[in-house]
């Protein structure tokens, strides 16, 4: 294995912890100026830092320079996000609680006077107004620092304005609460009402005189919080109009914003088969600017739906086999380009990204005039800006910003090398043509005995593996197998970028396809390899979703599966939250048979191969109630395991300590059950 001086040959836990998985020091929501002559990103000073700071780099001369460091101005965290007007000569962002607003063109950098702790300033279009959220209400404030007032206030306990619920932010890709007009002179905002959602509770149990933390959270089946939209004007008579659209029938928002033809918003059906984008009128009424409908779902992307400064509505249909990017309804992509989702539009030019093949994702634009065309090369998960005649490509942790008849220039990057050089082995397997990475320890020569295998999948909905992107978690795989693991990662149905039906393959069927693909990976694996795998050794780890696929594999095939390390495993999928959960398996009250079929709680009596559960105690994803729920049944049921609680530690553990440790425990106990010490 690869290692940095003074750094022992398993030190790679440590530095995944310290870098923050090898985050820390990349340049990231990189934004351009309106002419293209400036590009803002966040970046820390280095890869071990975790202070993000503002910085700009000019498009001419390649010359970064520093806007805002929160050290600087007395603040102890980073810049999570920024806010530009129309121009991008203004920036604001939240530190400490605290408002701030730069001018990018002179470089000064000051505070402006608010109520409350600020939550997501926003700057209007024009620059002379920023509005922000202080404990639910919806507040603004002039850029001079005057006039700060409520633009809408609570009227009882779980109801906010201008921000996102649960849902939108975690599965929709709707983390905003309201949008400016282009003006400045009016907001569109959403009202989150929860009071009927259900009321969880999260305490720390080694620390018991502290009150639990409540959250509200919509289980499967369960109320959803009621988000409706009002028209704000801020001028003259001030106004307030409740936007009228049918919530019965269509109770998510699941996008909006505001463009020169005015407000929109697309709204989903609960069964997740209709989205209808919508116009908004000024008097609060709607008009039906499209319909996507599907047997199964409809399915979301990032950046839609928008438009195009003439008009045309930039949205996704799924035409057999093929997610295409349509302009006024008319896919404009071709069949096998799957789109993934639209970055931003200049005029009448679109940017998105789309696969042909799953394992990459490239950077394309599209003008009428001249149809689609791609900008990214190479292997890799592309993605990226455009303003002004600017370009500015990422692909992994290497950002460039391109200008037209001009050179070439890099955002620099601090973070560090990984110590673990990851070496993966691109296989595709059995007739799916499942997309796997087979990691081998490093200088392994064949020949030798049958290594134990160890299978490391996320292999869900949310997120592919098996990509050319050389993400963090290739470095933790490459790291099991220098331990004298096998390791190979299946991506199989159900993973994104393969075409719609592909995706939904898994509707009604959470466990049964994704398992059958992770056993058809082994064998093929080990028939092209012959002698490679030890198939009478063989464990699987994983987390989230790849966690309950874990637990699944032992509890459902023992006889391929011989030890499992499950993190934050959803075990039972009625207590996750609706819009995910809903969307795959549908309502638990129409649809029971689905949720029992993925129920591991009831599957606790057939345990008979080592199981380790790992949960944090903290985490309002998975709720510890998942973990607590199996041991309990397999405790009752008389089946040995393993839990590890991990003590304040959410989703995913951020502690220094426990993300390096956490690693170390889960090889042992992989050793032990294997014999592979």
């Excluded at 202070?51 to 460091?69: F, H, K, S, Y």
């Excluded at 920036?91 to 001018?103: M, R, V």
């Excluded at 509890?555 to 039972?572: E, K, M, N, Q, Y």
């Amino acid at each position: 294995m690869t290692t940095l001086p003074g750094m022992t040959a398993d030190s790679l836990p440590r530095q995944l912890a310290r870098t923050r998985l090898f985050s820390l020091g990349v340049p990231a929501q990189p934004e351009l100026s309106a002419d293209g002559a400036t590009v803002l990103f966040l970046r820390s000073r280095g890869g071990t830092d975790p202070v993000t700071c503002l910085w700009a780099l000019d498009t001419a001369t390649g010359e970064e320079r520093l806007v805002a460091d929160p050290a600087a101005l007395g603040a102890s965290e980073g810049i999570a996000s920024y806010s530009t007007d129309a121009s991008g000569s203004r920036a604001a962002f939240a530190l400490d609680g605290a408002l701030w607003l730069a001018d990018i063109r002179t470089g000064s950098v000051r505070a402006v006077a608010s109520a409350g702790s600020v939550v997501g300033p926003t700057l209007d279009p024009t620059g002379r107004r920023i509005a922000y959220v202080s404990g639910g209400t919806l507040r603004m404030v002039c850029a001079d620092g005057t006039g700060d007032r409520v633009l809408a206030e609570p009227e009882a306990e779980d109801v906010s304005y201008g921000r996102a619920e649960y849902v939108a932010a975690r599965e929709m890709y709707r983390d905003r609460g309201y949008w400016w007009s282009p003006d400045g002179t009016a907001l569109l905002v959403a009202r989150v009402d929860e009071r009927a959602v259900a009321r969880w509770f999260l305490a720390d149990p080694a620390d018991p005189g502290q009150p639990p933390r409540a959250v509200r959270y919509p289980l499967a089946g369960t109320a959803n919080a009621e988000v409706t939209l009002w028209l704000l004007g801020l001028e003259g008579r001030r106004t307030r109009t409740e936007v009228r659209w049918d919530r019965a029938a269509f109770e998510y928002l699941t996008a909006a914003g505001w463009d020169d033809h005015g407000p929109y918003a697309a709204v989903q059906s609960r069964d997740q088969r209709t989205v209808r984008t919508v116009a908004i009128e000024a008097d609060g009424s709607t008009r039906v600017l499209a319909e996507r409908a599907d047997p199964h779902w409809v399915e979301l992307l990032p950046g839609l739906p928008v438009r195009t400064a003439g008009g045309a509505l930039v949205d996704t249909a799924d035409h057999e086999d093929t997610r295409h990017l349509t302009i006024d309804g008319k896919p404009v992509t071709p069949a096998g380009l799957h789109l993934r989702g639209v970055l931003g539009t200049d005029g009448e030019r679109v940017l998105f990204t789309a696969s042909s093949e799953p394992t990459e994702t490239h950077l394309w634009s599209y003008e009428p005039s001249s149809g689609i065309r791609q900008l990214s090369s190479g292997p890799g998960v592309h993605g990226g800006a455009e303003r002004g005649g600017t370009l500015v490509l990422t692909t992994g942790a290497r950002t460039t910003v391109l200008r037209p008849g001009g050179p070439a220039h890099p955002l620099t990057s601090y973070a560090e090398q990984p110590v673990v050089t990851a070496r993966p082995e691109l296989l595709r397997l059995g007739p799916r043509e499942l997309r796997a990475h087979l990691f081998l320890p490093t200088g392994h020569r064949p020949g030798g005995a049958p290594l134990p295998v160890l299978l490391d999948p996320y292999a869900g909905p949310a997120l592919q593996k098996v990509t050319t992107c050389g993400a963090w978690y290739e470095q933790v795989s490459q790291w099991f197998a220098d331990q004298g693991f096998a390791v190979l990662v299946v991506d199989g149905r159900g993973t994104p970028g393969r075409g719609p039906l592909w995706e939904k393959t898994i509707w009604g069927d959470k466990s049964g396809p994704a398992l059958e693909d992770q056993i058809e990976g082994l064998h093929e694996t080990a028939r092209l390899r012959p002698g490679l795998l030890d198939l009478d050794r063989v464990a699987i780890r994983g987390w989230s979703y790849g966690g309950f696929l874990a637990a699944l594999a032992v509890l459902r095939r023992p006889d391929v599966f011989h030890a499992a390390s499950a993190g934050a495993a959803p075990t039972d999928h009625r207590l996750y939250d609706t819009h995910w959960q809903e969307r795959f398996l549908g309502h638990p009250d129409e649809h029971p048979e689905h949720y029992e079929s993925c129920d591991l709680v009831n599957m606790a009596p057939h345990l008979n191969r080592p199981l380790l559960l790992i949960q944090g105690l903290a985490d309002d994803n998975v709720f510890p109630v998942h973990a607590l729920r199996l041991s309990s049944a397999l405790l009752a049921a008389g089946r040995p395991h393993e839990v590890l609680p991990l003590r304040g530690a959410g989703h995913r553990p951020t502690d220094e300590a426990t993300v390096e440790n956490l690693l170390r425990h889960e090889l042992g106990f992989l050793q032990r059950s294997l014999g592979a010490e």
